[in-house]
């Protein structure tokens, strides 16, 4: 290991490192560790000494493990002061910057290319979520690779998108769609045949969309992903999605309420008859909250049945039904058959026309809870769907018990977090004031370079009291409803977002993205 340093003197500090100092270093200095690096051990290089050494702050000085390995990666002896984290990655926000092409920021994240892969990097995708291609890997090794790869990012969806020069290979990353890797033309159809021939699809047929399916073993995990492929313009697109059945944790505690919102919800489905909404846009954990409330309520006594499109996952003690339109089994029609099974809880995938709402209503009137799902963006607008359906008011007023409007947002990575430098103008817009504190993540190999893992729900709870009732017997506006909710104590989801952006959960970013916040 070299102890010279190539820095001309100008660029070297004296020892007694101070923040004026760090807060004014070179950017010859800084290429001296790189990005990524520095947040992985949490130092922050300020100088190199008139012996060669560089002098670091650093958030944990008597690790010896990891200044050895910045040695190691350096080719540098290390001197470390002492600092706070906070501090450390404050200073690497506002010297390297989160721009994943800035100083310091090797494109390979540190690990040699293969002389074969494409020298092309994926647009858009993090350092560490890239996947390499070579041109002398097997199909079945191509495939295997993207599969096992997806499950160990966590990814919900793998996406397989066919232009005129090459297939795009994206992953849905809690939530968000990163860029992976790009096959060439040549070896499209050959990708495209293997994974129709796991999911036992027709191999022929490329003029119209199929469905399928692929069990495989993960780590001793069996993983569920189901194959969907859609004629375009360039071949087929194949959308998988992976279901870690293994993975999942079916508790009412793991879906992010917080406790006055979650008793409400709970309150709800421990009821004997009702309706419990869920609503929401596609993608915002829905049918995960009703598989959460299916778990807690499952017991031997209590005969649960469901109808779903599709069944997602099974759970242990619940009659879950999928349907086929194609042979007439749709959801009106599963959902009379269901009320002939003696049940006392039933789950409605989705009420997507008139007479699936209706038939839940009476369900519900006859003494059964129903658990179901809508699409609206608020709670108040869900009873303005359904009566748009065509049910009367009366019907709807009588039968609902708890609307819960959701979202998910990503959790900020506790490895990378640092806070945000927002200007006070946007902390006012969203009501907050400019002493609150917001936080981001820089990003690290801990989460691949995004700043986020995982996600966390935000609520909206509106339970129907009496007076929701007289108004939507009289037909009230939405905004109505809204607003007679809040004089009862209703959190918005605005206010609900705003929570966790100033606890630290998650980012301004993040916010902004599912909910309207500027005042």
Known sequence: MSTKSSLPKNDRLSTGITKEFS???????????????????????????ETGRLEVL??????????????VVTGMLVKPV???KDEVLALIAKNYGTDPES?????????KRDPGESE????????????????????????????????????????LEPFDREMNVRFRIDGVLQEMMS??????????????????MDIAEKRRSQDGRIRMREGGKEVDVRVSTLPTDFGEKIVLRLLDKSAFNFTLDSLGMDPPRLALFRKAIQMPNGI??????????KTTSLYCAMNYLRKPGVNISTVEDPIEYNIRGVNQTQIHPAIGMTFAHTLRTLLRQDPNIIMVGEMRDCETAEIAIRASLTGHLVLSTLHTNDSPSAVARLTDMGLEPYLVSSSLSLIVAQRLVRRIC?????EDDVPNNTKESMGLAPSVRVYKGLGCSLCGHTGYKGRVGIYEVLPVSENIRALINTKAYASEIRARAIEEGMITLRESALAKLTDGTTSLTEVVREISVVS
């Open 103 to 111: 100083v310091g920021h090797d494109d390979t994240g540190g690990r």
């Open 183 to 200: 096959i060439p033309n040549e070896r499209v159809l050959e990708v495209t045949s293997r994974l129709k021939i796991m999911a036992k």
């Open 23 to 49: 807060e004014h270093v070179s950017h010859r200095v800084l290429k001296c560790v790189l990005r990524a690096v520095a947040i992985e051990y949490f130092v922050f290089p300020v100088a190199v000494d």
């Open 120 to 159: 092309r990097p994926a647009r858009g995708a993090p350092s560490g979520y890239r996947l390499g291609y070579s041109p002398k890997q097997s199909t079945v090794g191509l495939v295997d690779d993207i599969l096992h790869e997806a499950q160990r990012l966590r990814a919900s969806d793998i996406h």
């Open 58 to 71: 650093a958030a944990y000085p008597t690790d010896a493990e990891s200044l050895q390995a910045l040695q």
């Open 414 to 418: 506790e490895h990378c977090k640092c």
């Open 82 to 84: 002492p600092a706070s």
């Open 276 to 285: 419990v909404l869920l609503t929401g846009p596609t993608g915002s954990g």
